[in-house]
């Protein structure tokens, strides 16, 4: 039986972590939105910093650790709180993984960051077809925010509005 | 008639930008979910550098000058574009400064930094009943992305979740 633990990611990892948000992007139906490289994100988690990401890994007897999933998030900020938040932007686990309890592992393993860090708040987003994971984030006490909605300004339109003179 | 300009906050607006996050809780009907300090502020805008803040300031004839407005923003990522994004989490204009088109001077202006710093998207959150709002976003060509939902787990919930032992 293998066992599984939690990490931070290393610059080893650049390839297998493109790969697995490129994977999540099939599974949310739109692969053609993703644009990302392992040059993307060799800058935004070990250069920039902008990001973190964790790394699920499974051991197995005779030692051999293979990548099972990830979790990538950064902080965001609450004028009401007054203090940092955590965002999760992905999570995800390989499909041999599943059915393990490690989506759950990584979640666990992120709040605890967050109290750690003193983070008043963890979220994510979730689409609203996604009745499973919904009832799961729902059965450890998280809540939808029912009447906010993000909005988005990107591509023409945001080079555009960007660049009228006053 | 004054004019108006905007630029970056300093160590000084940190008690106007409070009673102005105070004053958009009102506006927002939640005052009672607003406990941010002044000493949030200096930390998370002046020290952490965890967020940014723009001012709108209004100039007299006579070369007098108040504070006409803010925008506090910060930095996001999206996996799908692979670069960081712009998310604006707070704007207010001061009722004593509307109906001069200062809002959507502060959103101009935060456009063009997305630009000019290399961000894909410009993203805030909008109440869902907003509907002035929205119809004003979606002018200049924002797009409200009506099937993602955000969820938070906060409060006790957080701290018991990020407390469960493997």
Redesign the interface.
Known sequence: MPDFFIEFATPKDVDSIVQM?RD??EFEK?PE?????PE??RR?VFE?R??RVIMARSRDDEGNVDTAGFA?F???????????GL?L??LFVRPEYRGRGLGR?M??HL??????EGC??????????NVNA?AL?ES???????????????G?????????K?
């Not at 939105?33 to 490289?37: A, E, R, Y």
């Not at 008043?120 to 077809?129: A, H, I, S, Y």
């Not at 023409?156 to 009228?164: C, D, E, R, T, V």
Request: glycine fraction near 4%.
């Open positions: 948000i999540l992007a739109m939105h993703c644009h990302v490289t993307h994100i935004a920039e902008l990001v990538l950064f902080y965001n900020f609450s004028t009401w709180t007054g203090v940092k965002h932007e992905d592992s979640l666990r709040a605890k960051l967050a109290n750690d008043q708040r963890f979220e994510w987003n979730v689409l609203d077809w919904i984030y450890f006490g998280a809540t939808l925010l029912h009447d906010w909605r993000i909005c988005r300004l990107d023409p339109a945001l080079k555009a509005y960007g660049s009228i006053e």
